[in-house]
Nanobody, 124 residues
Framework: QGQLVESGGGLVQAGGSLRLSCAAS????????MGWFRQAPRKEREFVAA????????LYADSVKGRFTISRDNAKNTVYLLMNSLKPEDTAVYYC?????????????????WGQGTQVTVSS
């Protein structure tokens, strides 16, 4: 079936950086688009970034454009989210998701496999 496991979350001061990882196991995700989403307390889950596994097309939410970078390592079956210039409003649980179609999309309903999430907390 395939499993997604996020790591790399933690507590960081505003202006700092973190790199999240999403390791896929159990199957290859070579024809999957991969996305990062986040959910803050009492808020809806929102799109952060997405990448097409095969051709590296990327898509970003306006709120993170220029600060976050999504990338992937096909050999390691892993997707990364490098987060720079973090702000307190970036505080959320971050989820990795997979979509069995190569094209990227910001709609969480288009993703059918999700990780358990990793907490990111940015202090002011």
């Amino acid at each position: 079936q395939g499993q997604l496991v996020e790591s790399g979350g933690g507590l960081v001061q505003a202006g700092g950086s973190l790199r999240l990882s999403c390791a896929a196991s159990g199957r290859t995700f070579s024809r999957y688009a991969m996305g990062w989403f986040r959910q803050a307390p009492r808020k809806e889950r929102e799109f952060v970034a997405a990448i097409s596994w095969s051709d590296a097309n990327t898509l970003y939410a306006d709120s993170v454009k220029g600060r976050f970078t999504i990338s992937r390592d096909n050999a390691k079956n892993t997707v990364y989210l490098l987060m720079n210039s973090l702000k307190p409003e970036d505080t959320a649980v971050y989820y990795c998701a997979a979509r069995p179609i190569m094209a990227v999309t910001p709609n969480p309903n288009d993703y059918d496999r999700w990780g358990q999430g990793t907490q990111v907390t940015v202090s002011s």
